[in-house]
Structures are given as C-alpha cells and as structure tokens.
C-alpha cells in the first residue's frame, strides 16, 4: 500500500526556534497533501492544503506566517512552525492523495510528528 | 452541507464481545466514507471504505461496516473484540463529489478489557 512518512516524529525545542516538519510518499506521486493539527484526545483539524507547485490554502484561522507549508515536488511537503512557542505544541499530521484518475477521496496519513516547545 | 457523526464518544466493551461504533452522515449527495483507526501516538490507519459499490465493506483486523442510505448510517462492526483494538476511531465522510476534502468525526474511543 501506498506509505506517507513524516519526519520528524518527535521534536522538543526552545520556544522561539523554527521547526519544519518533512511530509514525504514513498511510493507514489501526491498531487495534494492534507496538514492537520491534533489536539489530545480530540479530532483532526485540517490546517491547510498543499498543492505541488502553488501556493498553500490555508482554513480560517490558520495563520500563513506562522504555519509555512512548501510542496517543492510530487513526493515533498514541509510544514515550518515559524517562532515556535508553548501553544503550538501539538500533534501535526500529513496525509497525501494518491495521484490517481479514480479519485475516491482515499488518503494516506503519516505518522504524524509531536512538537512539544518548551 | 457535509456533516459527520460518531454518536458515542467512548465504547467500552470486553474483550471477545462485539463491537459497534456508530456513525451518522449527513450529505447532498453519494458521498465516499471511510473508517480510521488511531493508536496512541500514531498516525491515522484506514480501516475500510465505502465508494458506491457493495454496501457492507469488510476491511483489515476482522472489521466491517454496513452503508444504509435510508438510515444515513455507517456503522462500524467486529465479531468479537481484541485487546489490540483499543484505539481512536475516526468515521470520515467526502466534503465534496470531487473527494478534495474530507470530514472527520470527532472520535470514539474503543476500549477493551480483559
């Protein structure tokens, strides 16, 4: 089956570094690549979507300049929380569309990373 | 509009008793749905889908759900429960025909004793 990763899993930092997260298909091509933001114990909240080669679409409420989601290529998205603090300690999750012409909506999630920013 | 409902936020049950997870959607058309399954500190496992063809779907681990339009249901089932079930399950539903977007539900959490 189709494997999305996500590295890092865990990332611990200073509050006010930088912290891109790398969402990578091993095995297929990914036209569209989905970020989420977990909170404990509750749902996924979709923060943004990526596009290969344009620019991201951001939900309300998501902050662009904090949140920087790059989709240089087929298989590559990188989510950069920008001057991490305290409150965007989180569990991010990518999930990425199978470039496929059947397209029933399936994707295919990393496994997800953990910032805890101290 | 799209909307998802997980009617039971947790489910106890013992382990060898079956299992249901119920899920309630709401659409304006055919939709897609999906079950995921979440284990702690992990990321997001399909379980099985439903895209328009035979309506009761078997998927991984013995589970399965049946798609009932008339009730707008896609409850989610299993024989009998294993302790490796214990887990967060998400019922998903496509946002639109195009399946750009999904709609999680918010969430039932399986647990199974012994």
């Known amino acids: 089956g189709a494997v999305v990763s996500q590295h890092p899993s865990w990332v611990i930092c200073k509050s006010g570094t930088s912290v891109k997260i790398e969402c990578r298909s091993l095995d297929f091509q990914a036209t569209t690549m989905f970020w989420y933001r977990q909170f404990p114990k509750q749902s996924l909240m979709l923060m943004a979507t990526s596009n290969e080669g344009s620019k991201a679409t951001y939900e309300q409420g998501v902050e662009k300049d904090k949140f920087l989601i790059n989709h240089a290529s087929l298989t590559l998205s990188t989510l950069t929380v920008t001057s991490a603090h305290p409150e965007d300690s989180s569990f991010y999750i990518c999930?990425?569309?199978?470039?496929?012409?059947?397209?029933?909506?399936?994707?295919?999630f990393g496994e997800g990373s953990r910032l805890t920013v101290l | 509009a799209q909307s998802v409902t997980q009617l039971d936020s947790h489910v106890s049950v013992s382990e060898g008793t079956p299992v249901l997870l119920r899920c309630n959607y709401s659409?304006?058309?055919?939709?897609?749905l999906f079950w995921y399954v979440q284990h702690p500190n992990k990321g997001l496992q399909l379980l099985l889908k439903y895209t328009s063809a035979a309506t009761l779907v078997k998927g991984i681990n013995g589970f399965e759900a049946e798609f009932k339009k008339s009730e707008t249901s896609f409850h989610l089932t299993k024989p009998s429960a294993h302790m490796s079930d214990a887990a967060e399950y998400f019922c998903v539903v496509t946002l639109n025909q195009a399946g750009t977007a999904l709609i999680f539900g918010k969430g039932t959490t399986l647990s199974v004793s012994s």
């Open positions: 999930s990425a569309r199978l470039r496929t012409a059947a397209n029933t909506g399936e994707l295919f």
């Open positions: 659409s304006s058309y055919s939709p897609s």
